[in-house]
């Protein structure tokens, strides 16, 4: 336990320096100090994360692009499993790839998890953890977010939770409402990078669709029956971590998708469209997908394209 105690300082640390920034605002004991003291640990560890979330976008891309590799492996080391992922290995080592790499963000914040759960679970049974004192235990005790106190879980006792300056049913509903949003907002994410951020099936079995598939409904579904274990403060991170992550891909998924994939060819629209070439005729639709030249007009007579068209048949 006491190689944790570091990682302990450091996740109690970071939340006293912007629970002390907060302060002068809405005061020491206040939930909404407490809560955005959380929210900007979140801020800052996604900050630090953004390298590794870098990298995970480009494993899956670079194992998108060999995905057609992968399938002829596969086929032909259909009967020998040792053998297939020998070959699998040397193709991910040649191409400087690891499909573990989407894991990478995840896993670097399981251990940050785990000390904050130790933490604000220190704070429900009244004992300090890391570099927090009596006095703070006791000032996060009586802090709440919407009446909820931050160290309280859905399965706290009803006597517990009045204890911490709540009630079982603002507790409940709070709890409730949260898990719901993460398993939402979780769900919203990996659906809305299998419908705009990957590549269209060719009707050929999709290892990466596959997966996408499975997490579409396995992290919903651990975060509403893992939900009801975790303290009111630990489920305020891991939505706002879900949130982050959300718009965080809505963004490269909008301003730099995959090739192939449906948002990339909207934005090669878009660009084809702010260009002045209409992706619908011929010119365009060469431009856009084939990547030649559309013939170049004179300035000025972008708007009138097809009525030159018309002059020249006449």
């Not at 970071?14 to 004991?29: K, M, R, T």
């Not at 699998?88 to 785990?114: D, E, V, W």
């Not at 709440?144 to 603002?170: C, N, V, W, Y």
Request: hydrophobic letters at 45%.
């Amino acid at each position: 336990m006491g190689i944790l105690n570091p990682l302990y300082d450091a996740i109690s640390w970071v939340i006293l320096l912007f629970h002390s920034a907060f302060e002068p605002i809405f005061g020491a004991d206040s939930g909404i100090t407490w809560s955005l003291a959380i929210v900007f640990l979140v801020v800052l560890i996604r900050i630090i994360l953004i390298p590794l979330f870098v990298k995970q976008i480009k494993s899956q891309r670079a194992l998108t692009v060999l995905q057609p590799e992968m399938k002829a492996i596969q086929q032909k080391y259909k009967d020998d499993r040792q053998k297939q992922s020998e070959e699998m290995m040397k193709l991910y080592k040649k191409h400087g790839t690891n499909p573990l790499a989407s894991c990478f963000p995840l896993l670097a914040q399981a251990p940050i998890f785990f000390a904050l759960f130790t933490v604000l679970n220190g704070i429900a049974q009244d004992i300090p953890r890391g570099v927090l004192t009596q006095a703070d235990v006791d000032s996060a005790a009586n802090a709440g977010f919407f009446g909820a106190p931050i160290a309280a879980t859905f399965l706290m006792g009803g006597s517990d939770i009045e204890k911490l300056g709540g009630t079982p049913g603002t507790v409940k509903i709070i709890t409730l409402v949260m898990i719901l949003l993460m398993s939402a907002s979780t769900f919203i994410t990996q659906r809305q990078l299998m419908v705009k951020g990957m590549p269209k099936n060719d009707g050929q079995p999709n290892m990466m669709l596959q997966q996408q598939k499975i997490l579409l409904y396995l992290f919903p579904i651990i975060f509403a029956v893992t939900g009801i274990n975790f303290p009111v403060g630990v489920l305020l991170y891991w939505l706002t971590t879900n949130l982050w992550t959300m718009g965080q891909q809505f963004y490269v998924i909008k301003r730099n998708p995959t090739p192939g994939s449906p948002a990339y060819f909207e934005l090669e629209a878009k660009r084809a469209k702010k260009a002045g070439i209409n992706p619908e005729s011929d010119e365009g639709s060469t431009g856009a997908e084939g990547g030649s030249v559309a013939t170049e007009e004179p300035k000025g007579q972008r708007q009138q394209p097809k009525q030159k068209k018309k002059k020249k048949k006449r």
